[in-house]
């Protein structure tokens, strides 16, 4: 299940930004090679948080294929790391130093997210693999920190769960965030079959060690939202919305027919607490970014489905709930969807937008913008689900993402874009915006887990300067040496 990377608040310990000149990266025939130029800082205010596992100042990203066959087991799954420096790297449970060994349907990549774990100033990545049996437990599910270094991700080590036998596929969901403000990234892990949210502490090494647990229960069993703890959570994001220098965690779970209700926990210096929420519009996925350069990080929400509530659009919609010092406002949501002026398009039942989202600066303007994925957009006929994006432009106060002002439609028949518009590709099944050739304009990832039969597909956007995206070639199972058995889904998630 994908969901997004954080974007804190603007707070020089949050950002991993490169400050020195290194090697950046151009995208060419699909894959990162290296070129001239220099990395640059982030304009305050805007989304900076680029993985970097080797340290050298290039955007990494890592890209899930958790159906993916591995030593003939099916959908045992693997990640792919696109190094900005112009290789890439597979690793599955087979690999050097990972923990376990690939296996039928243990679907390590179910879920990613990267923070520098270990403290030594190279991000690391945490794997989940949901249905990984772990001794007599079947599908109970495990987590696996993969260490970063000069020579990228090596090596990795068990996360132990700290509830084993209270519920099954750890993993399934994951987020890194500094939750109390220690300056240490904690791991917060949820199942999908409960409202319980584990929280394991920073100060993880690789014996294993971490500075103890807790965990957080969000109120999915009362109030109309929702019809029992079965629902279970959906979605983990975070970032600072009250501007207190500390992440504040959101969690989005299934509330009835099929609906989601979404609560926004404070961070503490003792962590977010149960007792201590905020109830949010409803939505299947949230981004947090300073969208009107306030101080404070704003709530983005994506509403997929043709929702009946106060905001609910047909074809679904994006909704905007400005942060403040108390936390989220209370007084009105902005939305947007395809028949905002402005938007192209027209919103249709099935379509998706808003399923998924991200906020960074593509045109370097330093003002955040919006790419929001419609990947059950119909192109090529009724129900095809072939899929589009749409690129909103921020100004300063947020106008230009609220009033669709500059907006751009792609989807794989736009020019620029490669490959063509096909039945059931869901091209925007995942967004990403990511510096990746160190100009200061953020490039759009873009995954279509459907491509080629299901086999999936990544297509890396570069931003031009006459604000055009476009990329030379697609990046494809064959491109990464990922068997196209099965259903890899190559795509259908990147490092959060």
């Not at 989601?260 to 905020?278: E, I, R, V």
């Not at 969807?337 to 027209?346: K, M």
């Amino acid at each position: 299940m994908a969901k997004h990377r954080r974007v804190p608040a603007p707070s020089p310990t949050r950002l991993r930004v490169a400050t020195a000149t290194a090697a950046a990266a151009a995208l060419t025939g699909g894959l990162f090679v290296a070129s001239t130029g220099a990395a640059t800082a982030a304009t305050p205010g805007v989304a900076a948080s680029d993985a970097d596992f080797n340290g050298d100042g290039a955007a990494d990203v890592a890209v899930s294929a958790p159906g993916a066959y591995v030593g003939g087991q099916a959908q045992a799954g693997l990640i792919s790391v696109l190094y900005g420096g112009g290789r890439h790297a597979t690793i599955s449970q087979n690999s050097a130093g990972v923990p376990g060994s690939a296996e039928n349907g243990d679907h390590f990549g179910a879920d990613t997210a990267y923070g520098d774990f270990n403290g030594d100033g190279y991000d690391d990545l945490a794997v989940g693999a949901s249905s990984e049996d772990v001794g007599t437990d079947k599908d109970g599910g495990t987590v696996v920190l993969l260490w970063g270094s000069a020579n990228g991700l090596q090596g990795g080590t068990t996360v132990k769960d700290p509830r084993p036998t209270k519920h099954d596929n750890f993993g399934v969901l994951l987020e890194a965030a500094d939750l109390d403000g220690d300056g240490k990234d904690d791991l917060a892990a949820a199942t999908g079959n409960s409202a319980t949210v584990d929280i394991v502490r920073g100060g993880f090494t690789a014996a294993g060690g971490t500075g103890g647990a807790y965990t957080l229960v969000a109120p999915l069993s009362a109030g109309p939202k929702a019809s029992g703890d079965a629902y279970g959570v959906r979605n983990l994001h975070s970032g600072d919305t009250n501007g207190d220098g500390i992440d504040d965690l959101l969690v989005n779970g299934w509330g009835t027919y099929a609906d989601s209700a979404n609560y926004w926990f404070p961070g503490t210096p003792t962590g977010p607490k149960s007792s201590s929420w905020q109830d949010l519009p409803d939505g299947v996925i949230t981004d947090i970014g300073d969208i009107n350069e306030d101080g404070y990080g704003d709530i983005v929400f994506g509403q997929d489905a043709d929702g009946s509530g106060s905001y609910g659009h047909k074809g679904g919609a994006v909704l905007i709930n400005y942060g403040s010092s108390v936390g989220p406002e209370n007084n009105g949501v902005h939305a947007i969807h395809q028949d905002t002026a402005g938007v192209p398009g027209s919103g249709e039942a099935g379509d998706g937008f808003g399923f998924e989202l991200d906020l960074g600066d593509i045109n370097g303007d330093g003002h955040l913008d919006l790419v929001v994925g419609a990947p059950g957009e119909d192109l090529t006929g009724k129900g095809t689900n072939d899929g589009s994006v749409t690129v909103l432009y921020g100004a300063a106060d947020g106008s230009g993402i609220n009033n669709g002002s500059g907006a751009e439609f792609y989807s794989q028949n736009t020019p620029g874009v490669p490959n063509t518009d096909e039945k059931n590709d869901y091209f925007g099944n995942d967004v990403h915006i990511d510096d990746l050739d160190g100009d200061g304009r953020g490039d759009v990832v873009i995954g279509a887990s459907g491509e080629n039969g299901g086999n999936g597909a990544v297509y890396a956007l570069h931003s031009n300067t006459d604000d055009t995206l476009s990329a030379s070639a697609g990046i494809y199972t064959s491109t990464l040496g990922i068997s196209a058995s099965g259903t890899p889904k190559l795509g259908v998630n990147y490092a959060d």
